[in-house]
């Protein structure tokens, strides 16, 4: 292949920098696109995604900090959104802005996996290609629902296990690094890291990344020379390691976490656990923009199996890791998921991200090239028309969505600060008023039986020990008061689907913390 020496020595950084104002012009495309569906319920509304939301507004009022958190930490994911309210765009700008910032995030998570530049890869560009197969698939997902088999939408949010995604192409990317220059330690020790870090804050990291990765290096051990041997087994070591460590990191934050998680698996109900997520894929497949979604998914993945057995062949034992890594990540997750007789579609997001991997590599299966690659000021000029229409007609979408008007939250969030007392609710009721709240402390979490509800909450709230108001709505299990106390003493505000009974100067005791 004739190579441009111009070309094989032009720096790389304006080609790098050019990449990623791409990638920003996918993630405005995609959070607009997401955002004005149906799934913009979870972006912005969900009583799940708004617990990094209510951890920023605590910090914010400089309440105590003493979190019930379940097995998932959600650190990395508290700290973004804490510092993009910093910004001043509101609950639900925020994690708008959280979402382009994680989508930027995972290409830059695919540009690490795509390789080191050379005469023969296109890394940069398979990235952009892996960003944007990602953002086809989070765009076919319409379901309202957190329980639907829609998984790649998930990652726009700030809840569903973001950093734990990125953390899993990270780390493939890592051990294609390692394997494409054997014998350097640098990129084992960075995964080390990144096992216990990722395994600190969520140890689903260990299904998603640890076993089909390791799986993968075993394979390469076995089949490689000496020096890719010694590198395969050195890796699994880091990432093993890592892992362990994270687990132990865990011991110190024992207080922060409500639920274990050993309850969320019981292997006996493996086979209602595959006939729950069997009627998941039908019902995705009942629609056709579902079908559509799952054809493709489907597509990368057995294109992921092909391309993986084309790199052996040709030696590029690197990449061949990528590909592989993306047909067995979904196979062994879905295997786990179903043999511990789990029951969450969240658990099998590596069938939205793992899959795009195959596109990671596509720029080196494609024919050599003899023509002189596009020139900078071309594909600068190409980016910043991408990122100029995307600004133009994705911003606007975005804003609109954000800020839709929701007559009824807003009359709750009205009198709730303007009463200026203390008064509670349940869980799936009252997490988007209190996070809209001037101070998100007037409003306490409770189970029906007004005992302080220790789920994904701070529990300084509980601390007031006393209530004066109760919202209502239809997913609220009817309350249950002590005292003998009843609704029919109180005054009803009518906010629409949410109604305030305030007890005015009567005030209800809060029971014991239950989680």
Known sequence: MAVDPAVTRAPRWPREVLGALAAIAIAIAVTAAVAAGPRAVLLFRDGDSLVTTLVARSVAVGQPQDWAMSTVL???????????????????????????????????????????????R???????????????????????????????????TTTYYSATVIASVVAVGLVRRALDRPGRRGPAWVLAAVGAASVLTNPLFAAWAVVPVAAVLAVVAWRGGTSRRRTAVWLIVALVGGSVAGLVLRLPLAGMIANTGAGYADPSRWLESAGYYAFLLGERASTPVGALGLTLGFALWVWCVSASVLLVRRGDVGAALVAACGWVMPVLVVVGAVV??????????????????GLVVLPALLPHRTARPLGLPVLAGATALALLLASALGIPRIAS????????????????????????????????????????RHLVQVDHELRGYAWLVNRDDFRVGEVSFLVIDDQSVPFALPGGASLDDAELIDCGRYTIADFGERTLTLGPQRS
Do not use: M
């Open 74 to 120: 959600f650190l990395p994911e508290s700290a973004l959104v804490v510092l993009l309210s910093l910004l001043g765009l509101g609950v639900a700008g925020t994690l708008a802005a959280a979402a382009i910032v994680t989508l930027l995030a995972l290409y830059g998570a695919l540009r690490l996996a795509a390789g080191a530049a050379g005469a023969e």
């Open 340 to 357: 511990l007789g789990t029951h969450a579609a969240r658990y099998l997001q590596p069938i939205g991200f793992a899959p795009v991997l």
């Open 122 to 156: 296109a890394p940069i560009a398979g990235a952009l290609l892996a960003l944007s197969g990602f953002g086809l698939l989070a765009i076919t997902e319409w379901s309202p629902s957190r329980d639907a088999l829609e998984p790649a939408s998930l990652l726009l």
């Open 401 to 440: 969505a954000a800020n839709a008007p929701d007559a009824d939250l807003d009359c709750v969030v009205e009198w709730t600060d303007a009463a200026s007392r203390t008064g509670a609710g349940q869980f799936w009721t009252i997490r988007p008023a209190k996070a809209h709240l001037d101070d998100p």
